[in-house]
């Protein structure tokens, strides 16, 4: 990797993009984050996904195993980060996306978030952030702490994984209130919400009446998704044994033009918690009926 001195900061005139990617736990923003750089990636974009778990599996679907994490980098060498080259932190991944993984502390002890401060740190002493067109953060579940939200210090846009259930867009909705606070400092946009696996939308639909965002995708509820992240592929990788599901990937290139786009995105009005209860538990305890319509009157008579 070249050794370039530059500034770090992203620069859309630069057409340099930084994606925080957050949602529910276990709602798919592993699987989409990596299905996402590889459809940038196929629009000729040189691309970077760091995850963001101590569970460090945001990229196995890229590279089909749980590659050794920045801080067990970091342990060995005994935090010299003097001693540390791209190679050892950077691994490539299908379709030529490189891939970093934060890791973690121990189960219970130490802070997740000052993990994901150290990865920063040390990718920009190795210049990482300069040397890609797209950096992609796949970011822990839905703790937006502050530790956990550092990476929107660094993202010109948030992107939020949703479903149709409450659950999922509760989450979502305290993301958007992470989102509008980083936004008073710093030029950081919500470019919108990703539907994941899920048969409805109407959930969806209510939720952004009251909060309004815009919606990249809905992805529908396609069995090939989960099984994609069992395999370790990128739907990508799979259709090269199935060309029949090259239209999933559409989807996901979908995201990846609207992204490269450079969408002007929302800074989002959250919803307080109590107010957003009731409007997804009345949605879910008073459905609205379609309207009646009159039959018109049977013909009785016999022909």
Same mark, same amino acid.
Request: one cysteine or more.
């Given at each position: 990797?070249? +050794?370039?001195?530059?500034? $770090? ?6 057409? *340099? ?7 529910? =736990?276990?709602?798919?923003? $592993? ?10 990636? *196929? *629009?000729?974009?040189?691309?970077? !996904?760091? =995850?963001? @778990?101590?569970?460090?599996? $945001? ?15 970091? !342990? ?11 190679? @050892? ?8 996306? +490189? ?13 997740? =978030? ?37 990476p929107l210090n660094y993202a010109d846009y948030a992107l939020i994984v949703t479903d149709n259930g409450f659950d999922a867009l509760f ?52 069995? +090939? ?32 033009? !609207? ?45």
């Amino acid at each position: 990797m070249a +050794d370039l001195k530059q500034n $770090s900061v992203s620069t859309k005139g630069e057409n *340099r993009v930084r994606l925080a990617v957050y949602g529910k =736990g276990g709602i798919g923003k $592993s699987t989409t984050s990596c299905n996402i750089s590889v459809a940038l990636a *196929r *629009r000729g974009k040189k691309v970077l !996904q760091i =995850g963001c @778990d101590p569970k460090h599996d $945001s990229t196995f679907t890229l590279t089909g195993y749980l590659i050794p994490t920045i801080i067990d980098t970091l !342990q060995e060498k005994d935090f010299h980060y003097e001693d540390i080259w791209p190679e @050892d932190v950077i691994y490539k991944g299908y379709g030529g996306v +490189d891939c970093v993984e934060a890791g973690g502390p121990p189960a219970g002890a130490g802070c997740g =978030g000052y993990v994901v401060g150290e990865t920063v740190k040390l990718l920009k002493e190795l210049n990482a952030f300069d040397e890609y067109d797209v950096i992609l953060f796949d970011v822990l579940g839905d703790v937006v702490c502050g530790g956990f939200a550092a990476p929107l210090n660094y993202a010109d846009y948030a992107l939020i994984v949703t479903d149709n259930g409450f659950d999922a867009l509760f989450a979502a909705n305290r993301i958007a209130a992470s989102v509008r606070e980083k936004a008073r400092t710093h030029p950081l946009r919500l470019a919108g919400l990703i539907g994941n696996r899920t048969s409805k939308r109407d959930l969806i639909d209510k939720y952004i009446e009251t909060v309004p965002m815009p919606v990249l995708e809905i992805l529908p509820l396609i069995e +090939d998704i989960r099984v994609s992240r069992v395999k370790g592929k990128t739907l990508f990788e799979m259709t090269e044994t199935d060309a029949a599901l090259n239209y999933v990937c559409d989807y996901y290139l979908n995201i990846a033009d !609207q992204i490269l786009a450079l969408p002007e995105g929302v800074v989002p009005k959250d919803a307080a918690d109590r107010d957003l209860f009731s409007l997804l538990s009345d949605f879910y305890l008073n459905p609205q009926q379609p309207p009646a319509t009159v039959d018109a009157e049977p013909d009785l008579m016999m022909v």
